[in-house]
């Protein structure tokens, strides 16, 4: 039986590879009566979505930006490229 | 952004800085790092002109350069502080089991519909944070495969790691930006007994 420490490890190194079946299996039927374990599992999913959602943010338009060069860093910038 | 077109670097402060800063700076967490790194682009960038075929926007055509430059940071962190026993050493969620591996403290339930947490700004904030505060080798790790997605075999090759050492490090950068986002976001009381 898989306890509810080895089944946190599991849960992320699931999210990393594709588990040997037994312990897929072992994964799948823990989570259906542990609600922490289940909480644990979906935490770390969020802890993705949020990632991912960062990563586009820069490409969406119209997004407000939450952070932009200096305007020290800018005039820095120009000048090494000789274009101040 | 067009296709093959070509802007006058004079412009390109103003055209691709800010795109390039933000992420820069999503993935090295360091103001002044971010700022060197998209300068450190625009220079490469105005050496190798001839390099951007046109295939693709000029947009596209810098960040490549810019991704290069993270990936190649990555690796000199992890020369200059390489994996070690203190990085591998007791996972931050051990003093959350017993000793037969159950539950001792569960995790706080986050309330609300969790999809929703990642559209708010402070959030993001709080989870930007979190993330700055892990060790290098967790925060890269975590930010090659998170937000990078790239598969763990590439991983490794930047990290210099094993694909099994690649999963702890993984797991422990996961465990502690949970905690870190359970007591600076969510504040709640942890959950009693299973």
Request: glycine residues 10%.
């Amino acid at each position: 039986m898989l306890s509810c420490k080895d089944v946190t490890h599991l849960v992320s190194e699931s999210m990393d590879r594709t588990l040997p079946l037994g312990k897929r299996v072992g994964v799948r039927l823990h989570l259906l009566v542990c609600r922490f374990c289940e909480r644990y599992r979906r935490q770390l999913l969020l802890l993705r979505e949020t990632a991912r959602h960062l990563a586009l943010e820069g490409e969406t338009p119209g997004e407000p930006l939450p952070e932009s060069l200096s305007p020290e860093a800018r005039d820095k910038i120009r000048r090494s490229l000789g274009t101040a | 952004m067009d296709n093959g077109k070509r802007t006058d670097p004079a412009d390109w402060v103003d055209r691709y800085g800010d795109y390039l800063f933000r992420y820069a700076m999503l993935r090295l967490r360091d103001r002044s790092a971010a700022e060197d790194m998209v300068q450190e682009t625009f220079l490469a960038a105005l050496n190798s002109r001839g390099s951007f075929s046109g295939g693709s926007s000029e947009a596209t055509w810098l960040v490549g350069i810019l991704k290069h430059k993270i990936a190649d940071h990555y690796r000199r962190q992890a020369r200059e502080a390489p994996l070690e026993g203190g990085d591998l050493a007791e996972h931050p969620d051990a003093g959350n089991f017993d000793g037969a591996g159950h539950w001792k403290t569960g995790p706080a339930g986050w309330g609300g519909n969790p999809a929703d947490h990642y559209r708010e700004r402070e959030f993001l904030d709080r989870f930007r944070e979190c993330l700055s505060g892990l060790s290098p080798n967790h925060a890269n790790a975590f930010t090659l495969r998170e937000i990078d997605g790239l598969g763990t075999a590439e991983i490794c090759k930047v990290l210099n790691v094993t694909e099994t050492n690649l999963w702890v490090i993984l797991h422990r950068a996961r465990a502690l930006l949970r905690r870190c986002l359970e007591t600076r976001w969510f504040g709640a009381a942890a959950g009693k007994g299973s």
